[in-house]
């Protein structure tokens, strides 16, 4: 089992910086994914950002050169530094981990935080 905490959420201006960090512990030495996910009501869950342990970063072609993802060595704390903020990264902001082979992810080693609200006014 991992567990996940999300933190760093708030209110920022459009323009503005955000840090959100992820609290990672358990079992995480069996995690080879790390992403960061948004939600807004009424839409589906979608990819900010992933780091895997072979291929490195990915972001969304959204927040591409605004975003960067990050994790520790220790695989217990992931971060993803926010600028250049718009009101359209208003979300809920989720992180996960998980466990995949070739593309292939197991559900039983997939894990959520419960979130952590961003709101960026215009």
């Known amino acids: 089992q991992v567990q996940l905490v999300e933190s760093g959420g708030g209110l920022v201006q459009a323009g503005g910086s955000l840090r959100l960090s992820c609290a990672a512990s358990g079992n995480t030495w069996s995690i080879n994914n790390f992403g960061w996910y948004r939600q807004t009501p009424g839409k589906q869950r979608e990819l900010v950002a992933s780091?895997?342990?072979?291929?490195?970063?990915n972001y969304a072609d959204s927040v591409k050169d605004r975003f960067t993802i990050s994790r520790n060595d220790a695989k217990t704390a992931l971060f993803l530094e926010m600028s250049d903020l718009k009101p359209e990264d208003t979300a809920e902001y989720f992180c996960?981990?998980?466990?995949?082979?070739?593309?292939?992810?197991?559900?039983?080693?997939?894990?959520w935080g419960q979130g952590t609200q961003v709101t960026v006014s215009s």
């Open positions: 996960n981990a998980r466990y995949c082979v070739h593309g292939f992810c197991y559900p039983d080693h997939n894990y």
């Open positions: 780091i895997e342990d072979d291929t490195g970063a």
